[in-house]
């Protein structure tokens, strides 16, 4: 099987990529990525090249998304602009590449007589206060990042029920693990520990989300992408939920930091208080999550403390601007 990976040099992407080669010797991939600040070639270093090539472009240019997409079987789209905070600070961007990117894709996909899998988030069920998220839960996103995703969501479904398009969906909960842009919580979290910086938190920190170790969620993927059916939805559910505030303390545990590094900060407008997913469909396919929060954690603290050429180049230019615009402070040194 060729297939393209759109989004692919952002972090989940990224993961997948590695993950999907390494597992199955015969596949080759091409990554389509137009390298905004959240995609890295760094982060596919060391793949097999001769398995795999990479086009910088903009999933929302047609002709390229058509020209690469030719010989391949399939189109996994990782493509998104991914942060909360930021689609609240400027919607625009999330909607043209989440939802008008998708359309460009699927269209692609359906002249191609080729599988669409949709990369999609928990965020668009909305907040659940008690119980879980099923793939039958209503649609009730809160944020511009979440609306968008849904908006793409929604295409897919379109494209599959009014043409017939082998297209599918999975959503899945908070990813964690290496190459993790330090814009989200548990990288954020771990740099600042590392460097010994406040821990910003927002709100009283008591929100809860469905962690999932991002190797997980990449055998998930296959799962769906090999055995689900076009049309349907496959949730996909980390194996433990977890407060803002026990991710915080268990990071700064496990980097021998103190508590007092915690400082709670504005909220972020319209957050919502709790994520859960149930994953019994994808369940269904054979799929199951090998690695639990304690696990997971703390292999990820490991990583980022082992790789610190990874994370150095990140902390100055961009990312720095955007954490002095958002938190009213310099990002320290
Ligand atoms: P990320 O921000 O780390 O990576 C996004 C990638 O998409 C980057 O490489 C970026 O350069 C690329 N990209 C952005 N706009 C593009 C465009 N117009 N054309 C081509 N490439 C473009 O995001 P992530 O955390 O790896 O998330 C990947 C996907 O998974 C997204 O669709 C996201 O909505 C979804 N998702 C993420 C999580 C999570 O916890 N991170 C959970 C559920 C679903
Ligand atoms: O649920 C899946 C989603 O998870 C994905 O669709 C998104 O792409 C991904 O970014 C993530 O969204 P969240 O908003 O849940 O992740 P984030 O890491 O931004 O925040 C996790 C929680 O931590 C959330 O309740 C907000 C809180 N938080 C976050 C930051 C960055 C803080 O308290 N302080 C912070 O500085």
């Not at 269209?107 to 999609?120: F, M, N, V």
């Not at 908006?151 to 190459?179: E, K, W």
Request: proline share 4%; charged share 25%.
């Amino acid at each position: 099987m060729k297939i393209m990976v759109t989004g692919g040099a952002g972090f989940i992407g990224s993961n997948y990529v590695h993950h999907h080669l390494e597992k199955f010797p015969e596949d080759e991939i091409v990554v389509l990525d137009k390298l905004t600040y959240a995609g890295r070639l760094a982060n596919l270093e060391g793949v097999p090249e001769q398995r795999f090539s990479f086009v910088e472009a903009d999933i929302c240019d047609r002709e390229t998304s058509r020209r690469t997409l030719d010989g391949c079987d399939a189109i996994v789209n990782f493509a998104a602009e991914s942060h909360v905070d930021r689609s609240i600070e400027a919607p625009g961007e999330f909607i043209t590449t989440d939802v008008f990117g998708t359309y460009v894709l699927l269209e692609a996909a359906r002249d191609a007589g080729i599988r669409h899998l949709q990369i999609s988030t928990d965020e668009v069920y909305g907040s659940i206060d008690e119980g879980s998220f099923t793939e039958a839960s209503p649609i009730d996103p809160s944020s511009p990042y979440s609306a968008s995703k849904a908006g793409g969501d929604m295409i897919v479904s379109a494209f599959n029920h009014t043409y017939g398009a082998d297209s599918l969906t999975v959503r899945a909960s908070n990813n964690y693990g290496p190459q993790q842009h330090p814009e989200k919580l548990i990288p954020l979290v771990i740099l600042n520990a590392i460097h010994g910086d406040p821990i910003p938190v927002y709100g009283d920190g008591k929100q809860v989300r469905n962690w999932l170790f991002v190797r997980d969620f990449c055998t998930a993927i296959d799962a769906v992408l090999v055995n689900g059916q076009a049309g349907e939805v496959y949730n996909v559910g980390g194996p433990d939920e977890e407060t803002n505030l026990d991710v915080v303390k268990a990071i700064l545990a496990l980097t021998g930091r103190d508590e007092s590094l915690i400082t709670y900060v504005e909220d972020r407008l319209g957050h919502d208080l709790r994520y859960s997913l149930s994953a019994a469909k994808t369940q269904a396919l054979g799929w199951k999550a090998a690695v639990n929060f304690a696990q997971g954690i703390e292999s990820t603290v490991a990583w980022y403390r082992d790789n610190p050429q990874w994370w150095q180049a990140l902390r100055s230019g961009e990312y720095r601007e955007y954490y002095e615009r958002q938190y009213g402070v310099d990002l320290g040194a």
